[in-house]
């Protein structure tokens, strides 16, 4: 059970405060909180649940980790994110959680996602517009996204999405290095407008992929 983070007086002054100072927020429901513009830095959030519309919309986020919580068919968006992790964490329904142009350092480890049904043609999802590793994940029916770098290690994905790279026609153009390695893709991966520098595969299956408008850098 998750206690509202408006109730954890501290915790909340400090996810305004924008200091560097550590801190561990455990336990809390962030949906009722609203942070906006503001910066996140060096904050471990331990079996939290991230739900809510729009009420996390940061300007960067640094040095933060997510450890077994809980992504509730939220739509937040992280700002610049640098080394930012999340470990064993599960998303449910269709969610937006996702890092801003010029993000590194982001990692996904051992997290499950599940969009619901076959997800739908979309450019937001989770993952960022920057560089990003999916590492012995899972997922159904999600987007993953990915700006200049997705990588791909030992993950398991069924109807999957990935929005990689980003063409001109939706703005500032970025290609995508890609690296997808000992992973299995069953049903349909659907590569939706994805704009890649290059793409290595490597001891891994898929059963079908599909390439809706996406294009290699010359």
Not at 45 to 70: E, P, Q, T, Y
Not at 133 to 141: A, E, I, L, S
Not at 207 to 213: A, L, P
């Amino acid at each position: 059970m998750t206690t509202p983070i408006t109730s954890l007086q501290k915790e909340y002054i400090r996810l305004l405060d924008g200091s560097s100072a550590a801190m561990t927020i455990a336990g809390a429901h962030m949906a009722s909180g609203a942070f906006v513009g503001v910066s996140w830095r060096n904050l471990t959030f331990v079996g939290c649940d991230f739900a809510g519309d729009g009420n996390i919309k940061l300007a960067s986020m640094s040095g933060c980790k997510f450890i077994d919580c809980r992504f509730l068919a939220p739509h937040h968006d992280f700002g610049v994110m640098t080394d930012v992790s999340f470990t064993q964490c599960s998303s449910a329904g269709r969610s937006i959680v996702c890092g801003g142009d010029g993000s590194t350092g982001v990692l996904f480890q051992a997290c499950s996602f599940d969009g619901g049904s076959s997800a739908p043609a979309a450019h937001e999802g989770v993952g960022c517009m920057g560089e990003v590793t999916f590492r012995n994940c899972t997922g159904r029916g999600e987007v993953l996204v990915a700006g200049t770098r997705l990588t791909i290690d030992n993950c398991r994905f069924d109807h999957m999405t990935f929005a990689i790279g980003r063409q001109r026609r939706r703005g500032a153009p970025l290609a995508a290095t890609v690296l997808i390695d000992n992973s299995q893709g069953s049903g349909v991966w659907r590569m939706v407008d994805c704009r890649m520098k290059t793409s290595h595969i490597q001891n891994s299956s898929f059963e079908q992929i599909v390439n809706d408008s996406s294009e290699c850098e010359a």
